[in-house]
Nanobody, 123 residues
Framework: QVHLVESGGGLVQPGGSLRLSCQAS????????MGWFRQPPGKEREFVGA????????YYADSVKDRFTISRDNVRNTVDLKMTNLIPEDTATYYC????????????????WGQGTQVTVSS
């Protein structure tokens, strides 16, 4: 069982930056690929990005590529999502999850989920 807690959400102006963090309570964090997903208001949840077990590879949705960066710390059991050049369309509840490869938009399926953190991009 993996317990995930996201933090760092909030209100930010367009063009601003925000860093989300996800703390995992699990014995073998490095055994899990990790991902971030988001659910905009009134829409379905969508893939944002993922990072492999050691952090050697990262994957991103086209909509966030070159603006968002995922990183992880296998000592502190955290996975972060650094978001820059935010636009109103980035407004959503952001979730971290353990992920596996699967047939879904983005190519990753979430398994264990956090409770989410709200990000609002507005002037």
């Amino acid at each position: 069982q993996v317990h995930l807690v996201e933090s760092g959400g909030g209100l930010v102006q367009p063009g601003g930056s925000l860093r989300l963090s996800c703390q995992a309570s699990v014995r073998t964090f490095s055994a899990y690929m990790m991902g971030w997903f988001r659910q905009p208001p009134g829409k379905e949840r969508e893939f944002v990005g993922a990072i492999t077990w050691s952090g050697g590879s990262t994957y991103y949705a086209d909509s966030v590529k070159d603006r968002f960066t995922i990183s992880r710390d296998n000592v502190r059991n955290t996975v972060d999502l650094k978001m820059t050049n935010l636009i109103p369309e980035d407004t959503a509840t952001y979730y971290c999850a353990t992920v596996t490869h699967g047939e879904s938009p983005g190519g990753f399926l979430g398994d264990n989920w956090g409770q989410g953190t709200q990000v609002t991009v507005s002037s």
